[in-house]
């Protein structure tokens, strides 16, 4: 069992930073992979978009419309995964979610291959 907690969310101008993370309960983070995804307001019937992923050999991967702006990094000695999101624009605006799977091998941007999630934090980006 894994708990998760986002915290880094908030107010930021377009073209601003923010820095997220998820801070993660047990004794075996290091085993699991971590994501992060979000989900745009005004359109709950919408799947949650992925956005970055790192393995827990510390392979990342990244959603085309994030890549070159957000880094995924983690520290496995804090429990921590990170999401530096640097450049924001307006529709990056969304309540953002961390997840974890110890599932090595289903596809890594895909909503069922994590078990765990967190309860989200909003980011909003003004323009």
């Known amino acids: 069992q894994v708990q998760l907690v986002e915290s880094g969310g908030g107010l930021v101008q377009a073209g601003g930073s923010l820095r997220l993370s998820c801070a993660a309960s047990?004794?075996?983070?290091?085993?699991?992979?971590m994501g992060w995804f979000r989900q745009a307001p005004g359109n709950p019937g919408k799947d949650r978009e992925f956005v970055a992923r790192i393995s827990r050999s510390e392979t990342t991967n990244y959603a085309d419309s994030v890549k070159g702006r957000f880094t995924i990094s983690r520290d496995n000695a804090k429990n921590t995964v990170y999401l530096q999101m640097n450049s924001l624009k307006p529709e990056d605006t969304a309540v953002y979610y961390c997840a974890a799977t110890l599932d090595h091998y289903r596809y890594y941007d895909a909503i069922p291959t994590y078990k765990y999630w967190g309860q989200g934090t909003q980011v909003t980006v003004s323009s």
């Open positions: 047990g004794r075996t983070f290091s085993s699991y992979a």
